[in-house]
C-alpha cells in the first residue's frame, strides 16, 4: 500500500494517476486553500494562536476561511472524486503539523506556487525562504521524513529571479537529506497530446541509498486530441460572430487561440474563457442552423462553425478517467488547468516503483 500525502492538491492528479495504475492507496492527507485568500496574515495567525494547540489552530484557520464566504470548489471536486474524510483535509498548508505524521507517508506530492526567494536573506539555506509557502512544503518534509517526495512546477521556475530562486530549491532539498534528481517533462512524451512542459524534483530519503534514479522514458506519442472528443456536446458551448472570428483570424487573437490542433498546447487555468486556448471547428448541422446564437462562418473555403471544448473534454485531455464534475464551468475549467498532466505522474510512479516497493 502506497501511504500518500500531498499538499496544493488541486484535483488529486497524483491520486488519479495511482488509482489507474490500480495500486492501493492510502490517501494520508490532501489540503487546498482552493485560490482563497485570508485577510490576516501568517504572522497574525500564528500570534493569535500563540497559545492553541496544533488541532486547535487549524481549526481556527477553518473558521477563517468560511468566514470569507466562499467556497472550496477544489474541495468539492476532490470529495467527490476520492475517499477522504474532513479530518484528512487542509485548507491552508502553513498550518500542517508534519510531526504528527512522523513516520506515516510513503510519498509527499506537491508543487507551490513561484514565489520571489529574493527578499528574504541572503543565506541562501532553508531558513532563508521562511515566508514563502515553498518553505511550508519543505519543512513539511523535514518534519514528515516521507521515503519519497515529488515537486512540480512550471519551467519559469528554473529562471525565476536569474536561476536564484532554482537554485535555493535543490539546495534547500539536499539540506534536508535527500538524494534528488530533476528533469523537465513534457506531457506529449508520455502519451498525452498536449504541449506541458514542467519541472519535476524526484527526493529520496538518503536511508534509502538510492543513487542511479533516472526518469522514465520519453515514449511516442500515439493519439491525437481529436480522440479525446465527445460526439456530440450542447449547443452552448457554440460560439457567436465575435467569438468565431476572434478564434479563426489570428490578426485579432494573435496566437490566444488555436483550433483543432492534433496536440493542444499547454491547458491554462483561463482556458475557454474570452475565446483563449484551444478550440474546435465543425460542420455546421441543421440543429445548430436552427440556433441564433451559434453563428456560421467560413474557414479555408468552408462552412463552419466554432466551439470550445467541454470540461470533460479538457479533463481527459489532461489524463482524467471517471472523474465526476460537481462544480461550474469556470471552476472545472481552472481545475483541469492547474492540475498535472496524469500519465506524465503515472509513468514517473512507475519508474520510483522500480527502485523501492511500499
Known sequence: MVRLATVFSGIGAPEQALKQLKEDVEIVFACDNGERELELSYEEIMEQTKMFTDEERVSFVNDLYKKTNKENSVKKSYFANYDISEEQWYEDIR???????????????????CQSFSTYGKKKGFEDTRGTLFFHYANLIKEMRPKVFIYENVIGLKTHDKGNTWKRITEIFKELDYDVYDAVLNA??????QIRQRVFVVG????????????PKEQKLKKKA???LSPKVDLKYYLGKKGFEWVTMKEKHQGRSRVNRDVICCQTANQQFNWTGDFRLEAPTDEM??????HIGIYEGEERVARKMTPQECLRLM????FKIVVNDQQAYRQSGNSIAVPVLKALFKQIFKYISF
Open 319 to 322: 489524463g482524467f478517467k471517471k
Open 289 to 294: 442552423r436552427k440556433d441564433s446564437r451559434i
Open 226 to 228: 481529436s480522440e479525446y
Open 95 to 113: 498550518f500542517i503539523d508534519g510531526k504528527k505524521y512522523f513516520g506515516k507517508v510513503d510519498v509527499l506530492v506537491g508543487g507551490s506556487p
Open 188 to 193: 506529449c512524451d508520455y502519451g498525452l497530446p
Open 204 to 215: 529520496f530519503d538518503k536511508n534509502l541509498k538510492i543513487k542511479d534514479f533516472s526518469f
